[in-house]
């Protein structure tokens, strides 16, 4: 069974979210993609909306897609959210596991905690732009990391683990969560934006509505 991991603060989540998700799944034939937002992600500041109402804005998001589903593992572990032990735990569950990444995350992955680890516990999809796609995986990553990779072809490498890392296109969309709650913070509408479940709650809750939120 292979099974998509999409991580993030998902702060909130949006329609570009969706939409690769989506994508991934089809082109890789994935029977699954957890959606896992992080409680206290490493590398961002997790700005307004509690990680209970995030969970619960993704919840709403999914519906109605069979295929994808929401985690609140790493809200209900607490603490800091490091990728590494979310993989640990779904390994267990999980045969063949894909986490889902932009370039840019992936760019920075060797200041991840544990980061050479990651590759023994699931492949990688990295989501590039079709206009600017990168060099290739090797190029991003430490020496130490890049020695144990074998190009297989086009944008594809596998990890002595024998865990597979994909170079993916997936459709640009000029959407981020940070834009969403700029346009609540500046009273404009997000209709389009996120989807309508979603839009619903921020209205309903008063979520984002000021810049030193923290509910």
Request: charged residues 25%; aromatic residues 10%; hydrophobic residues 40%.
């Given at each position: 069974m ?16 969706l ?6 799944r ?18 961002k ?40 032990d ?76 024998g ?25 404009r ?27």
């Amino acid at each position: 069974m292979a099974t998509g991991v999409f991580g993030g603060t998902f702060n909130p989540v949006h329609m570009g979210h969706l939409r690769v998700a989506e994508e991934i799944r089809e082109d890789f034939h994935l029977d699954s993609v957890y959606f896992i937002p992080s409680h206290v992600p490493p590398h961002k500041e997790a700005a307004g909306g509690l990680p209970g109402e995030r969970l619960r804005m993704l919840k709403v998001a999914v519906r109605g897609n069979a295929f994808f589903r929401v985690s609140d593992m790493e809200i209900r572990r607490g603490g800091v959210s490091y990728t590494i032990d979310t993989l640990k735990r779904l390994e267990r569950r999980f045969d063949d596991i894909y986490f889902i990444i932009g370039v840019d995350a992936f760019r920075e992955i060797h200041t991840w905690y544990h980061y050479e680890e990651l590759f023994y516990h699931a492949g990688f999809i990295v989501m590039t732009r079709p206009a600017s796609p990168p060099a290739g995986i090797p190029e991003m990553l430490p020496g130490a990391v890049r020695g144990k990779l074998t190009v297989l072809g086009d944008g594809v490498y596998r990890h002595e683990s024998g865990r597979k890392i994909y170079l993916h296109p997936v459709t640009k969309m000029d959407i981020s969560s940070t834009k969403i709650r700029d346009l609540i913070r500046g009273e404009r509408s997000i209709r389009y934006l996120v989807p309508p479940g979603v839009e619903k709650m921020i209205i309903e809750r008063g979520l984002y509505r000021f810049s030193d939120e923290t509910r």
